[in-house]
């Protein structure tokens, strides 16, 4: 402490001085710790709010840490990549999952193309996948398209001669079962006429349920069952408005490279859409919220609630809730059974519950009536008995989803699209981010986009100075003309137009937006043949890349020179001329990304009005043990000691307290984390539930928490130091001696 | 006796000015930030009950919703003059009542831009507190009054790009599952009302008929407004059976907006017809409520660990006061004070400096609080989404200081008991002796 003897500097004093330095040193600590030793009720006191201080940061950081870590997880892995690029002539920020008035305005990559070969230059540019993120209104068939579909299938059965016993029988329950629903449409259509006070519909279409109504028509079903199935198909169907209307959250990107990149993608039913087709992979978590029947879907969560999270029945408002939901809307089950599943339904409920009831839907109310007591065993009969009798889901694979979006010019466009499968990201199952995305192919992103505006397009095709729009606009004007329409009635003999992937030199996007025109002009079947044409059409690798896509997600090979690449894309751009920008995840993310951001500062900023007040307090306390210490210390002084070694006396004191009870705080915070990781933070609201990604949190903890931890301590201590130890400093053997009297 | 203990009590406090006004300057931040983090609080609900209720709901709605068949429902009454009849005298609490249509567009402007828009149908002859929260920066509200027109807030500008006498294409699905689109004009621009109003647009009432398709008597909610906003629950309870005994279906209580009720709940319900649903504002804004309890949950998280370091601090320098002042407090008992009068003294020293330090606190608060009003503080586009405003507004409420300055005072006290009880068990005779 003190400066080097006045002695020449030799290596034996320079020796001497090390020692000396030691000594003192080891003085200072003995001291120190002496005098922590003597005041045992000071140092318990300071250590304790120290302790308390470290445990709070270790706990805190590492649970921000956690939750920050599983939403990067989520968002990285299922949608943003490590980077995202865009336009930067786009008039909003990139937001994959929307701001506040809805998706972000994003100036398109008219070639998509370009961008990709450009970006593929980069050495540390791994992969790269178009996209384009959009909401649209989905619809489904509703109950009477699937009852005439099953009966359809009976028909053609009978009519090809399949020798089952049970045929004529299945028939007619079907057929009463279309029949019961045609009378529900009518009941239906008369409530309205009398609620709505106006009448909305056509003569037509009510003489049509009139004809549809009549015991003549179910009589002459036989006569030629295709004919009348038409026209119910045709003239009844569509009356009845109960399809189920979904919101869809979609990606439209190159499915196949999509799947490659975001390596998590696993296809959990189904198949994966089929290299250049149309097409839809559904989220499971979608699936499972929005297309399955509501009472299943209620049941599942109310089974995990109660078992991720220990609720009960009895206790909690929320399930109770779910449970009385069940309870009215048991018209969803029944009507959706024929009276030979309704009889089979009633037989297999009476035995598994048991109960002599004849009517199916007191049983169902019975059954869904649950308790704590008896919810695992109504959960499994529902299941095991009941959920084979049913379509469980209200949109299936193989089936078409109609899709119907504003393009950006404002006209409704719908595109029919085929659910392959359903996927979800390994690791990720339970996130809503990653779990309420469905990914859709490219071609029909763009037709559901549209065309930009007028004058866009325009600039566009001057930029582009490539005349591919028209002469594509004939080509897709001559298959349409002289494609081979399918037979009508014989669905099911398209084939693939694989091999003719037409001129290269196409942008779709041209191509898709003459058809929509068209399909809109002449809403008729016409539209519906060119939409399963469209459907079944295999486009080259050339047309998916040569067209519009909104952003680009970009994954890297080192993830950690992020920064660095960001400026690369930034030159890369700036030299090639294309308006490129990219940004990180948490920048992709939109506000969500900005939600992360502003709770960690919440977190730093309580950590500090913490700590503030602690200094303020710790501070007080050593004030007060100082002046206790006035005549220990001028005692000291008297004998010789110099103001310094008070001075290092007290700092080395407030070090030894920071780092031992910080020490020992930020293990007891390890070791509260590490508690919590292993039994997990239940998500009790949904709120919860999107945060954590999951049911359940388990937070992990980093060296750097602990690190953090200990840190700030130690210099809240040695600052909280200061005051006292110079006002320690400033005792005069005189003053000490004077006080003893 | 009782000034004699203060006058020792404040002596006390003044001798020892550094530890005064180290614990007393730790109370006070303190208590500044309880009233700080209160009024960030009560802002928030302000913002949410001015801005919520006058576009979204009133402090109770009778709104319903029509099932045409089982699985289709849309959210209207039919017929209201005579729900308005039924309704009348069973609400001595109500100020006023508007009756405002429901429904859900895109709007779609000439220009290209477009953004989904919540509708609110109302007759603007009728709205009163409708002009005092919703004012026009371009246009007149009084022109909404004529058919196809349409108010839209400033922060929908930049994204449909229309201004006053534009033309905007309103497209909605009806009931009968068709889209229908009207042209409306656009005949008021109105300053932001807050968050909600980004997604928020009022046309006229015939308007939305037209948009929908309905005839006159159907409308979306009646929307009553009480002279006291805390009414709502029991009023709303009233109504229910107000109107059951009228002869309507009426739907059970259930917390949650009607949107929330039309896609989860009604449309997959059994019945079909036309049930009532009274609901409060509470109900209708009910998605904002975890911001508010996410927020409690901090303050209430932040003032324990805070009221924790706090009380230490208080009892570890009433410790050390005490040991330090044995021998005063032996010759205080010795001179005649007794025990009792010892443990006042102290309790009384604490109490001083609690109060002194909430008050200085309450002070420091206050003014924090008014220098953010002034300055109009904006925030990002997520501390928008938790603070329902595009600036930091702390609302501080008389009450609510109060309460911070006794529930901080009393803390201090309580943290005194024990220092004191001990200091007040001294034996005069030993606590003589001691030395310092």
């Known amino acids: 402490m003190s400066p080097a003897a006045p002695s020449a500097p030799g290596p034996d004093s320079r020796l001497a001085g090390l020692r000396r330095r030691a000594e003192l040193l080891l003085l200072l600590v003995r001291l120190a710790l002496r005098n922590l030793l003597a005041s045992r009720l000071k140092t318990l006191i300071v250590g304790g709010i120290i302790l308390f201080g470290a445990v709070i940061v270790v706990v805190g950081t590492a649970l921000l840490d956690s939750i920050d870590q599983s939403m990067r997880r989520s968002i990285v892995g299922s949608l943003a990549g490590d980077l995202q690029v865009y336009s930067s002539a786009s008039k909003d920020e990139l937001a994959l999952y929307g701001g506040m008035t809805g998706d972000p305005d994003l100036a398109p990559f008219p070639d998509y193309s370009q961008v990709k070969q450009a970006l593929q230059t980069l050495p540390n540019v791994r992969a790269v996948v178009p996209m384009g993120i959009a909401e649209a209104a989905a619809s489904a068939g509703n109950v009477l398209d699937r009852a005439l579909e099953r009966l359809r299938d009976t028909v053609r059965r009978q009519q090809a001669g399949d020798p089952d016993p049970e045929l004529p029988r299945r028939l007619a329950a079907e057929l009463a079962h279309v029949r019961r629903i045609v009378e529900l449409v009518q009941a239906d259509q008369q409530e309205t006429a009398a609620l709505q006070q106006e009448s909305t519909q056509d003569a037509a279409a009510q003489a049509d349920l009139a004809r549809a109504l009549a015991p003549a028509f179910w009589e002459g079903f036989h006569e030629d069952p295709l004919l009348a199935l038409e026209f119910l198909e045709n003239r009844i169907a569509p009356q009845a408005l109960e399809g189920t209307m979904l919101w869809v959250r979609y990606v439209g990107t190159d499915p196949e490279a999509f799947a490659t990149a975001f390596h998590r993608l696993e296809i959990i039913q189904g198949t994966a859409i089929p290299r250049g087709q149309r097409g839809i992979l559904l989220g499971n978590l979608y699936y499972e919220d929005w297309c399955k029947l509501k009472t299943a879907r209620r049941l599942d969560r109310i089974r995990e609630k109660m078992q991720v999270n220990q609720q009960k029945l009895a206790q909690d408002e929320e399930l109770q809730r779910w449970a009385r939901e069940s309870l009215s809307q048991i018209g969803e089950i029944t009507k959706q059974l024929d009276p030979e599943e309704s009889r089979q339904a009633v037989a297999r409920l009476q035995q598994a519950l048991p109960s002599a009831t004849p009517e199916l839907p007191a049983l169902l109310r019975q059954l869904l009536t649950v308790t704590d007591d008896n919810f695992e065993k109504h959960y499994r009969i529902f299941y095991e008995q009941l959920a084979p009798l049913l379509d469980l889901y209200s949109v299936r694979l193989g089936e078409s989803l109609t899709i119907k979006a504003f393009t950006r010019s404002g006209y409704l466009k719908s595109v029919n699209v085929r659910v392959w499968g359903i996927f979800q990201f390994r690791g990720l199952e339970k996130s809503t981010f990653a779990g309420y995305l469905s990914v859709m192919d490219l071609m029909s992103f763009r037709d559901l986009y549209g065309y930009l505006t007028a004058d866009k397009a325009e600039e566009i095709r001057e930029l582009k100075a490539a005349a591919g729009a028209r002469p594509l606009a004939r080509d897709e004007a001559e298959a349409a003309l002289f494609g081979a329409p399918p037979a009508p009635g014989e669905p099911g003999t398209l084939s693939p137009e694989a091999g003719s992937p037409g001129p290269t030199l196409l942008v779709a996007t041209s191509a898709s937006s003459v058809i929509d025109e068209e399909q809109m002009l002449q809403a008729g079947g016409g539209g519906d043949r060119r939409q399963a044409r469209l459907a079944s059409r295999v486009y080259s690798p050339a047309e998916i890349e040569q067209g519009v896509a909104l952003n680009v997600a970009v994954f890297l090979k080192d993830p950690s020179r992020t920064a660095e690449t960001i400026q690369a894309i930034t030159e890369l751009g700036r030299a090639r001329g294309l308006p490129l920008r990219a940004v990180d995840w948490q920048q992709a993310a939109g506000m969500v990304g900005q939600f992360i951001t502003l709770s960690r500062l919440v977190l730093l900023i309580a950590v500090l009005i913490i700590f503030l007040i602690a200094l303020v307090i710790i501070n007080n306390a050593m004030v007060i043990a100082t002046l206790q210490r006035v005549q220990e210390i001028g005692t000291l002084r008297a004998i010789g000691a110099q103001r310094r070694l008070i001075l290092a006396m007290l700092f080395v004191e407030a070090t030894a307290v920071g780092l031992l009870f910080g020490l020992l705080g930020a293990l007891t915070g390890a070791g509260i984390i590490r508690l919590i990781g292993w039994i997990g933070i239940p998500a009790s609201t949904d709120v919860l539930y999107f945060f954590f990604s999951g049911p359940r949190l388990h937070p992990t903890l980093a060296a750097g928490n602990v690190v953090l931890a200990c840190g700030i301590v130690l210099v809240v201590s040695i600052l909280s130091s200061f005051y006292p130890a110079w006002l320690a400093m400033r005792i005069t053997p005189r003053a000490a001696m004077q006080r003893e009297e | ?436």
């Open chain 2, 1 to 436: 006796m009782g000034f004699t203990e203060l006058g020792i009590a404040a002596r006390n406090l003044l001798a020892h000015t550094k530890r005064t006004v180290f614990l007393g300057s730790a109370i006070a931040a303190v208590t500044g930030l309880l009233i700080l983090l209160l009024g960030l609080t009560a802002g928030i609900e302000q913002t949410m009950l001015r801005s919520g209720t006058v576009l979204m709901t009133g402090h109770v709605n009778v709104g319903g919703f029509i099932k045409t068949s089982s699985g289709q429902a849309a959210p209207l009454i039919t017929d209201y003059p005579a729900i308005l009849r039924a309704l009348e005298g069973h609400v001595p609490e109500l100020h006023h009542l508007v009756v405002r249509g429901r429904g859900f567009a895109k709007g779609v402007a000439e220009t290209g831009g477009a953004m989904d828009l919540i509708l609110g149908g109302l007759e603007i002859g009728r709205e009163t507190g409708f002009r005092q929260v919703v004012r026009p920066v371009a246009g007149s509200l009084d022109d909404l009054a004529a058919p196809r027109t349409i108010l839209l807030f400033e922060e929908q500008l930049p994204r449909l790009q229309v201004g006053v006498g534009d033309t905007l294409t309103l497209s909605a699905p009806t009931a009968q599952g068709v889209n229908n689109t009207v042209d409306v004009r656009v005949v008021a621009i109105a300053k932001s009302v807050g968050l909600m109003s980004t997604w928020n647009a009022f046309v006229s009432e015939q308007t939305l008929l037209e948009l929908y398709r309905l005839k006159p008597g159907s409308s979306g909610a009646i929307q009553l407004y009480l002279h006291d906003q805390r009414d709502a629950v029991p009023v709303a309870a009233r109504l229910r059976e107000v109107l059951a005994r009228a002869g309507y279906r009426v739907m059970e209580a259930d917390p949650q907006p009607y949107y929330m009720k039309l896609f989860q709940r009604v449309t997959q319900e059994d019945w079909t017809g036309f049930k009532l649903d009274v609901s409060t504002w509470q109900d209708e804004l009910i998605f904002m409520s975890w911001i508010l309890s996410a927020l409690n949950a901090l303050t209430t998280l932040l003032l324990t660990i805070l009221g924790v370091i706090v009380v230490i601090g208080i009892m570890n320098t009433l410790w050390i006061a005490i040991r330090e002042r044995t021998r005063e407090i032996g010759t205080l008992r010795a001179i005649g004070m007794q025990r009792r009068g010892v443990l006042r003294m102290f309790l009384l020293e604490a109490g001083l400096l609690g109060g002194g330090g909430t008050l200085a606190g309450a002070g420091l608060g206050l003014l924090v609080a008014g220098g953010i009003n002034r300055l109009q503080l904006a925030v990002p586009e997520s501390v928008q989404v938790v603070l329902m405003n595009d600036t930091l507004v702390l609302a501080v409420q008389p009450a609510a200081v109060l309460g911070a300055v006794v529930a901080v005072s009393s803390v201090t006290v309580l943290a005194a008991v024990y220092p004191a009880i001990r200091a007040a068990r001294l034996q005069p005779v030993s606590a003589m002796h001691h030395f310092g």
